[in-house]
């Protein structure tokens, strides 16, 4: 009730009332005060001659990996086709899983709000609450390394993001369209694609690429548990200490994903 | 052709939406639905091919008593219910031709509807629909391309497309400016009259309704509270319709010698679209 009525009758206005003010001033302070806190006990237990040297360290390792070993591209040419075949046969799988999901996930498309709904938002949140690096972990240990465990890591991992933003797309679509085709007599399966397809068609199209760009960019760390592509010519090269080829592959990785990024910038700008 | 005995709607919410409704529409008859926002009319339409489901009451289309049937039964009679709707409701994303042909669906197998391989009797009779609202150039457009008159063209004809016996038509010219509203409804009521469909038109106004519309049922908070024709709705009329208003100047007959010109106007413009039909 910032309105209030002053001695001379007139009405004055505030944006909050004074207890509104104060509770916001006492929020922002005590922001700041744990902020305070929390810088004291991340930097307790800190070394700092060791900080003080870091420009020296970082110099150090700079100039070792300095110039790249470029004659060693020669050997990371299979090893990135791996790391692409990871990312899109990942990326391919989870849409096909993870299309039904969202549509049982959805709120105005699925068959049951009380049994089916929750089981498809448990697979959806499990499948985010997992790291794919930590389903690789898990999937080396039980498929034995190599590509193979790396595209299953990938795709269990998209299932989540894509069943998430799809049936968030599911739920937003315009209802009157559905009612028209429902109206005409149709079956359930044909208001399905005459009604909701097309209207979630951009959103499922920009999901996915914008995934399979996500992907490329995790399937080059996989290889650090032994899942394939790039990170496993990585993780060797890291353990022998050969910098020049480390700077090598963190080149190649970065033009990959450079290259990534400009496909699914074309592909999404032709949908919309 | 379509009788409805004793219609009630309840919303989960408790609203009542409906009380106990009565109304007949006999073949090629045109029946225009006014009332003001919240009396029902939109319910009323929507429990008669059930996108909303009645409380209580019986419906009959035809000879079917379509509140009991089963899904698939529900289907088949849906099929013979054109419905036009106020915001168009067209897929926006498809082509004029998929919009219209999916006045189809209800005949046309799944596969053969998604792979849109509809049958060339129904590809032909899209092409005389479409001729015949006046849209045959514009065929292949997406339907998000088209101005607002034009996407309810399109509405008429996927209504048409269903070879309906009764077509419910909810606030046609809502979204739509004066000239293009009257167009609309001219067509309506020269395809209604053309093909003797039964129609009721919810209608919000009461102008226009009373120009193109010959009999007319006001809907007063889930009631019916006036049904007759429409030159029977005076000022008296209104008021119970509406509530308390100056109606002097809408209403049909010119109780006031200084509403005589503004009746006069209606009265011409009435005689002009007899003689367009």
């Not at chain 1, 299309?99 to 709120?107: E, S």
Request: glycine content about 8%.
């Amino acid at each position: 009730m910032p309105v209030t009525q002053q001695s001379d009758g007139r009405l004055a206005w505030r944006h909050l009332t004074p207890g509104e003010s104060l509770a916001r001033f006492a929020g922002w302070f005590a922001l700041i005060a744990l902020t305070v806190f929390c810088w004291r006990v991340m930097t307790a237990d800190t070394i700092w001659a060791f900080v003080a040297s870091a420009p020296a360290q970082a110099a150090d390792i700079f100039g070792r990996m300095m110039p790249p070993r470029w004659d060693y591209a020669g050997r990371l040419w299979r090893p990135l086709w791996d790391t692409i075949n990871i990312a899109t046969m990942g990326t391919l799988l989870a849409i096909v899983l993870a299309t039904p999901v969202a549509f049982l996930a959805a709120r105005n498309t699925t068959p049951s709000a009380v049994l089916v709904r929750p089981v498809a938002l448990f697979i959806i949140v499990a499948s985010r609450s997992i790291n794919a690096l930590i389903w690789g972990l898990l999937l080396v240990a039980i498929l034995g390394p190599g590509v193979f465990a790396g595209i299953i890591a990938i795709a269990l991992r998209s299932i989540g993001f894509i069943g998430k933003l799809l049936y968030e797309a599911i739920e937003e679509i315009d209802e009157r369209q559905v009612e028209a085709i429902r109206a005409t007599g149709a079956s359930p399966a044909q208001v399905m694609i005459y009604g909701i397809v097309p209207q979630i068609m951009p959103a499922f199209a920009s999901i996915n690429v914008f995934r399979w760009d996500i992907n490329i960019r995790e399937s080059t760390v996989l290889g650090l548990v032994g899942a394939g592509g790039l990170g496993l010519a990585l993780e060797s090269s890291l353990n022998v200490l050969a910098w020049p080829q480390v700077t090598l592959i963190l080149l190649m990785i970065f033009a990959t994903v450079i290259v990534s990024e400009l496909i699914a910038a074309k592909i999404r700008k032709a949908i919309i | 052709m379509l009788r409805i005995e004793g219609l009630t709607k309840t919303y989960r919410t408790g609203d009542a939406a409906l009380r106990g409704v009565d109304l007949t529409v006999g073949k090629g008859q045109v029946v225009g639905l006014i009332g003001p926002s919240g009396a029902g009319k939109s319910t009323l339409i929507r429990c008669v091919n059930r996108l909303v489901e009645p409380t209580a009451g019986k419906i009959y289309v035809g000879d079917t008593e379509i509140t009991g049937l089963g899904r698939r039964e529900l289907r088949r009679v849906r099929r013979r219910i054109g419905m036009i709707f106020q915001e168009y409701a067209l897929v926006e994303r498809l082509t004029v031709m998929e919009n219209v042909l999916s006045g189809r669906l209800g005949y046309v197998g799944f596969w053969a509807s998604w792979l849109r391989r509809f049958p060339e009797a129904d590809i032909a009779k899209a092409f005389a629909v479409l001729d015949r609202v006046g849209l045959m150039d514009q065929v292949d457009k997406r339907a998000d391309a088209l101005s607002g008159g034009q996407r309810q063209r399109v509405g008429i004809a996927r209504a048409l497309m269903q070879d309906p016996d009764l077509l419910l038509v909810d606030e046609p010219t809502a979204s739509l400016d004066p000239k293009t509203s009257r167009q609309v409804m001219r067509l309506l009521l020269e395809v209604c009259a053309e093909r003797g469909f039964a129609t009721i038109v919810n209608i919000h106004d009461v102008g226009l309704a009373q120009l193109f519309l010959p009999r007319i049922v006001g809907l007063r908070a889930g009631a019916i509270v006036y049904d007759g024709p429409a030159a029977g709705l005076t000022a008296e009329v209104l008021t119970r319709i509406y509530g308390e208003e100056d109606w002097t100047r809408t209403a049909a007959r010119d109780d006031d010698e200084d509403d005589t010109a503004a009746a006069l106007a209606i009265e011409a413009e009435r005689r002009i679209v007899a003689g367009a039909a």
